[in-house]
């Protein structure tokens, strides 16, 4: 099926972006950062914008600034230049290990973070970001504003904004483990979990069987109170399965994904406790 006729424009700095963006409605205008979701959509006309912001002109928006507490991700950094940088390699596995698995080596040259953090239930990169207490930067001609990785994924963000940093705190450890038919496919089941240092907290986040990534918070609480081990974390994993709406596609049934997201957030947890953590 081809898409409907639509304008498309393409700014050549983010002031320009933000400027076309003002007053635009949810699904008159949309932003297009590296298209491999939104170009399915627009053939499957699951949306008929009658305007298209490509943002990918924005150098601005492409970057990987480390200090000692955080790690900053210009929204349009792609899933190939993750894999390649030597910091994110020792800072942030989890994160590294996660791009390594989102599509073929032409999709990674063309997805970026931002993108992929709003692709839905398939966002391996998004489940990361929720286990890691990642912080995202929004920005709109009214200025600018953070929110949670967890919210921004749950909830989107207004038509007239465009995301403009991922902000990670540095971790001591941090695994992802996923559960796929071939390498390169959605996952069936995702999991990350964090460790930071100097600290008791756990992160978790499980994805590929719900609409959207999320941090399983009630877990999270349990591990710092008993510890990884405890029988109340694995039956507060299965309980959290049972709570999900997980997508049937033709990868994997419904109920298939509610019985191995428990398995997954298991091994991200074992992986984790091996490094020394928790």
């Known amino acids: 099926m081809r898409p409907a006729n639509f304008r498309l424009l393409r700014p050549a700095s983010l002031g320009a972006a933000l400027e076309l963006l003002q007053g635009s409605a949810q699904r008159s205008t949309v932003i297009m950062a590296g298209g491999q979701s ?13 305007r298209i912001v490509d943002l ?3 150098e601005e928006l492409r970057f990987i600034r480390p200090t ?15 894999i390649l940088n030597e910091r994110l390699r020792h800072a942030i596995p989890a994160l590294v290990n996660a791009a390594r698995t989102v599509g073929d080596r032409q999709i990674r040259n063309r997805a ?18 929720c286990a890691g207490r990642a912080e995202v930067v929004l920005i709109s001609v009214r200025g600018e504003r953070t929110v949670s990785a967890s919210s921004l994924i749950a909830d989107g963000c207004v038509a007239d904004e465009i995301i403009r940093t991922i902000v ?14 071939r390498h390169a496919d959605p996952s ?7 460790a930071w240092s100097g600290s008791d ?29 405890s029988v109340a974390v694995s039956d ?20 298939y994904r509610r019985r191995i997201v428990p398995i997954i957030a298991r091994r991200a947890l074992e992986a984790l406790h091996a490094g020394g953590c928790a």
């Open 188 to 194: 069936l089941a995702s999991a990350a979990a964090f």
């Open 236 to 255: 507060a994993l299965k309980k959290a399965a049972t709570d999900l709406s997980p997508p049937a596609t033709p990868h994997g049934s419904a109920e």
């Open 56 to 58: 990918a002109l924005l």
């Open 168 to 181: 990670f705190p540095t971790s001591a450890h941090s695994t992802f483990e996923k559960l796929s038919r």
């Open 112 to 129: 970026t973070i931002g993108g992929n953090l709003l692709s839905g239930w398939s966002s391996d990169l998004g489940v990361v970001a």
């Open 201 to 229: 907290d756990i992160g978790l986040a499980i994805g590929g069987a719900h609409s959207h990534p999320i941090r399983l918070a009630t877990v999270e609480r349990i591990i710092a109170r008993d510890g990884i081990d």
């Open 38 to 50: 939104l170009l399915k959509d627009l053939r499957e006309r699951k949306i008929s914008p009658q």
């Open 68 to 82: 000692d507490e955080r790690i900053e991700i210009g929204a349009l950094t792609t899933v190939a230049e993750l």
